[in-house]
């Protein structure tokens, strides 16, 4: 049986154990590349720098949003500010959303996930 694109690499969220050499580690498994993670799972998320964040990047999100209350965005190693027509569509589905860079974005969303927030990640891969 092969793997779409479509399917998750693990079938709910889970924590960051590392991250770094362009991929992440998590529930015993790594990855090579960025990650999108939401309720439903950890998938494979084609972006590679933040300005490729757009609508389509986080269809997904949008998709589960109303089980997430904070999107963690790891915009990678510099600072970004999210597109204002973006941030409003965050808004209107009630998603609140905070952009750091990629490992303390990662770190938060360990903390908010062991407290059991509703909270969703898209991390993009540092070196």
Known sequence: MSVSRDDPH????????????????????SHRGSLLIVPSGIYAWNVFVPQEI???ALARVFSEAD???????????????????????????????DIQPTGGAASTYNVLLDEGRRVAAALIAVS
Do not use: T
């Open 10 to 29: 693990f079938p709910h969220r889970a924590p960051i154990d590392g991250y770094g050499q362009g991929g992440f580690r998590f529930a015993g498994m």
């Open 67 to 97: 089980e997430i209350d904070l999107l963690m965005i790891g915009s990678g190693r510099d600072p970004f500010a999210l597109p204002a027509r973006l941030r409003e569509r965050c808004r209107d589905a009630k998603i609140s959303v």
């Open 54 to 56: 757009d609508f389509a």
